[in-house]
């Protein structure tokens, strides 16, 4: 039996979408390539009301870590990693991986990167690079990232780089307005669609900093990947064709929804997971106010069995998540995100509070 997916990732992907994996497999030096791909980056620019640069790469979102940490920090040059969970504390390794030096501003799991935090540190140190994860999955909290831009944008020797990999497409984020420079995420979360695409949305600060950076890599060398699709419209190493049709047609129902209904969407399914939990008697993991809008991570107030409710809710063909490596069986976690509807969530949740007698 086929269990819906309510997990922060991959989501549940429509049937249409799907099938249009399917078109007939094009040469990625033909012309036909070049109109797909400037169809997919052309609606990506209109969904995100951004004049800034956008590619789209053949891998997880997680090679935008590497990038960011390959292309951003200039040799001898500091970064500032915020991290308040499992997925930012990843990046964090990722840009010391890639031999910069960082600072870390650690807050308790549960709790949000301020503003005034990064501030602090900024006014005490001169960085190349702040990292902070818009939408921390492990821990369903989200950072005011209009805040943070505002206040990073008061630094211009200092660039922005946002975790978004479980908000881009369901949260209402808009670079351009938020004064981001590096933005990413993955296309098995709100975007409603398999793995195996990483969406990019950078500034013309990114490439001039990548200019100064001498060891890019090869498959993470942005600079090139820019600069390849400004001369011929393409991507330097072979693109995920199939992904891109799906990319492309899904781009087209999410335009026809627009950005502000489609985060309505997102936002009330949150609500209505969020008041469940706590007339339950759960408690929101996230701190008041920085809860995210496409995954709901629930503390396990009541002791419940996780592992046995997802055993049943197979049955019924739903899944959810349990806690996050440390916070297993000590916290749930609701995916609400992607082409999930307030009635599938609704189902859900009326299938928990009858298995666990809530």
């Known amino acids: 039996m086929h269990r819906k997916l309510f997990i922060p990732g991959p989501t549940e992907v429509e049937k249409d979408v799907l099938e249009a994996q399917l078109k007939p497999m094009i040469g990625h030096r033909h012309k036909d390539f070049t109109a797909l791909y400037a169809s997919v980056l052309g609606q990506l620019k209109e969904f995100f009301n951004t004049s800034q640069h956008i590619v789209v790469i053949a891998a997880s979102g997680s090679i935008a870590m590497d990038i960011a940490g390959r292309n951003l920090v200039r040799a001898g040059r500091k970064t500032l990693c915020c991290i308040n969970g499992s997925f930012s504390d990843r990046m964090s390794k990722a840009i010391k991986g890639c031999g910069n030096e ?23 140190n001169e960085y190349d690079l702040v990292t902070v994860c818009q939408n921390e999955t492990s821990t369903g909290v ?41 933005v990413f995420a993955s296309t098995q979360k709100a975007f409603a669609m398999p793995p195996g695409l990483a969406i990019v949305i950078y ?14 890599g090869l498959y993470t060398d942005l600079v090139q990947i820019h600069n390849y699709f400004e001369k011929k419209q393409q991507t330097p ?35 209505y997971t969020q008041k469940w939990a706590l007339d339950n008697g759960f408690k929101l993991f996230a701190e008041d106010g920085y809860a995210s809008v496409t995954v709901s991570t629930i503390e396990n107030t009541l002791n419940k ?10 049955e019924r063909g739903m899944e959810i998540a ?3 490596g440390p916070l297993k069986g000590k916290t749930f976690r609701i995916g609400h995100m992607g082409d999930h509807t307030l009635d599938s969530i609704k189902e859900l949740l009326d299938n928990i509070t009858e298995i666990w007698n809530l």
């Not at 870390?104 to 006014?123: D, F, H, R, S, T």
């Not at 190493?237 to 129902?253: C, E, F, M, R, V």
């Not at 069995?305 to 197979?314: C, R, V």
């Open 142 to 182: 989200k950072c005011d990232l209009k805040a943070i831009g505002e206040v990073i944008n008061k630094y211009p020797n200092t660039l922005l780089s946002v975790d978004a990999v479980s908000s881009l497409g369901g949260d209402l984020i808009f670079p351009d307005e938020m004064k981001t420079d590096f």
């Open 203 to 216: 500034s013309d600060d990114v490439i001039t900093r990548g200019n100064e950076v001498k060891s890019r």
């Open 305 to 314: 069995d996780i592992g046995e409710l997802n055993k049943t809710l197979a």
């Open 322 to 324: 349990n806690g996050y």
């Open 102 to 124: 960082i600072d870390i501003l650690e807050v308790e799991w549960g709790q949000a990167i301020k503003p005034e935090m990064i501030e602090e540190k900024l006014k005490e």
């Open 237 to 271: 190493s072979t693109p995920a064709i199939s992904l891109l049709n799906a990319l492309d047609y899904q781009l087209g129902k999410m335009l026809k929804e627009g950005a502000v209904n489609r985060y309505k969407r997102h936002l009330e399914m949150a609500e």
